[in-house]
């Protein structure tokens, strides 16, 4: 009996010496699918994080200032990270891909921040010249409006709209569209009531909105649509 427990443990010590050894961590770059047994021979290649939100959002043409990010070892020793911005073009609406890249002696690490150039307000403000097929006595749109920010970053301020007889209009804008609500400008022979729609060019540099109209002017007016271009 002594001599079958004997065997027994023999046996157990010898199956535990003959389990594989290697690394066991999947996060490892020389990972062992087939080890039983870790040995700490465990490689790690850079871990990199983000400096701020992972995706961003940049307004059409200004200048994008990368916040960067940082990359250490698993022994928290630090790594120098390269960025690569040639993807970037804030000179046209689009999304964009930022790269960043880690190395050590086992090998590389990358990671991405995704940049959204977008129209703001701020593109939308200016002294725009003025094209339309407008009729010039039941719509006589103003040829040099000032295009000013509203209280909020959604309000725009045209003035004058009119030509001769001036007037203020209000819109709205949401990245690329713009909303004229329903508004009325005296004209003091009578009153023009409109409302408009339209979108700016992927570049910032024009917008188009048609609008719609009543002017209530006795005996001359009427309603109408026509569409204004906007070059900033």
């Known amino acids: ?27 490892a770059v020389n990972y062992s699918a087939e080890a039983q047994k870790d ?19 940049v307004t059409l043409g200004t200048t994008y200032n990368d916040p960067g990010a940082t ?3 698993v022994d928290g020793t ?7 911005l040639s993807q ?4 046209a609406v689009g999304s964009f891909t930022v790269t960043y890249t880690a190395t050590n002696e086992h090998g590389t690490a990358t990671a991405t921040r995704t940049v959204n150039v977008v129209i ?11 094209t339309d097929d407008c009729n010039v006595a039941l719509f006589p749109l103003s040829g040099s409006p000032v295009i000013t920010a509203g209280a909020t970053t959604s309000d725009l301020i045209i003035d004058p709209m009119f030509n001769l007889v001036g007037g ?10 713009i909303t004229v609500p329903l508004q009325t400008i005296n004209i003091t022979v009578g009153d023009v009531i409109f409302s408009g729609s339209g979108t700016m060019n992927v570049n910032g540099t024009q917008f188009t909105i048609v609008y719609n109209y009543e002017n209530t002017t006795p005996v001359v007016g009427g309603t109408g649509t026509c569409t204004v271009t906007y070059s900033l």
């Open 78 to 84: 630090s790594v120098t990270v390269t960025a690569d």
């Open 168 to 177: 203020t209009a209000s819109a709205t804008v949401d990245g690329s569209d």
């Open 120 to 130: 703001s307000q701020d593109n939308w403000l200016g002294s725009p010249s003025v």
């Open 88 to 91: 970037v073009n804030t000179a």
């Open 71 to 73: 990359a250490t070892n």
């Open 39 to 57: 040995d700490e021979s465990c490689n790690y290649i850079p871990t990199i994080a983000i400096t701020g939100a992972a995706t961003m959002d």
């Open 1 to 27: 009996m002594k001599n079958l427990i004997l065997l027994a443990a023999i046996a157990t010590i010898g199956l535990a010496s003959c389990k594989k050894k290697g690394c066991t961590d999947p996060q």
